[in-house]
Each structure stands twice: as structure tokens, then as C-alpha cells.
């Protein structure tokens, strides 16, 4: 994987292989960067990366300095990795948690600018993610869902749902916070 953008822009980092991961291709992350970039200042956001694996997501965001970001999964591999990353390049807005994705929605108290979920593929409850966030009221105003998930799977309609971008056998939906909330 490599950073495609900010102060560690093309630094490649080689995460072990027994890792349960499929991290998001560089293609698909510059397009989904170049979307966020449009809409908000990263150094302004609270930023929550959910399923964090690699924790390639969570070091992008913070190579561009975002505020804050949380990165959360249950994987203790993947926990492990992520910290010493975050030690080594002394990425400090990253605050990692080792949890499950589901159990930390339906318990958090925060609101985010950015939540970014990329859950297994496989995963049969991919759908209910969205659902948890709304009901939680997790976003903040003007805040977005990003849920990555196979193009085959169709999330339109779901709560806040805005719109679904296409990058090969992968897809990003978009949520924002729906007039209910």
C-alpha cells in the first residue's frame, strides 16, 4: 500500500501477509480523497475509520493532517501493526481501539465529520452500518458515511443514502445526516 497523498505522500508501507486484510487500492483512495478534498479541511475533522485493518485509511488521513481520527478493529494483528506505524512516523492523531465495529457504534458518544467503514466483503451485516450511524446520530452536520463495499451489493436504501461511486469489483456509498436526525 502507499500513501497517495500529504507529508508521507509515496511512502510504502508493506503490512505482514497473515493480516485478514484487503486494503483499498490506491486508485479507489485518490478518488475518494479527491471527493473528501472538495468538501472539507481535514485539519478541522474528526475523522472515524472503522474495520481500520492496514490502517491504510487512518494514515492517509493523518498524512494530511487531519485532527483526529479513530481507527477501530477487532483483529489484534491488525491493532499491533497499526501502532507501530503510528509510532514510527509519530502520526499521533491516530487513537487506535481494539473493537469490535458493531459493539463500538451502538456504545459511542462521539460525533464525526468523516466516518470511513470498509468492512470484509463477506461480511452479511454491511447494510446494518449505516442504520447504526443514523441511529446513533454519530455524524456531525455536514458530515459523510463512507461505506466501501462490493459493487454487487446495493445500499441505496438505506438512511441518509446520497450516492454510490464505482471503482471495479469495489464501491463507495455516501451518507450524510438526514433531516430526521
Known sequence: ????????KG????????????????MA???????LLNSYDFDECKILDLFTGTGNISIEFASRDAQ???AVDKHPGCVAWLKSVKEKHQLNSIDIRKADVFKFLAQSTEKYDIIFADP???????????????QHRLLNENGVLVVEHPSMLKLDQQPGYTETRKYGYSSFSF?????SQ
Open 1 to 8: 500500500m502507499r500513501i497517495v497523498g500529504g507529508r508521507l
Open 175 to 179: 451518507f450524510t445526516v438526514t433531516s
Open 120 to 134: 470484509p466483503y463477506d461480511l452479511p451485516n454491511i447494510p446494518l452500518l449505516p442504520q447504526l450511524v443514523h
Open 29 to 35: 483512495k485518490e478518488a475518494l480523497f479527491n471527493i
Open 11 to 26: 511512502i510504502q508501507f508493506h503490512a505482514p501477509a497473515k493480516l485478514p486484510v484487503r486494503p483499498t487500492t490506491d
Open 68 to 70: 483526529s481520527i479513530t
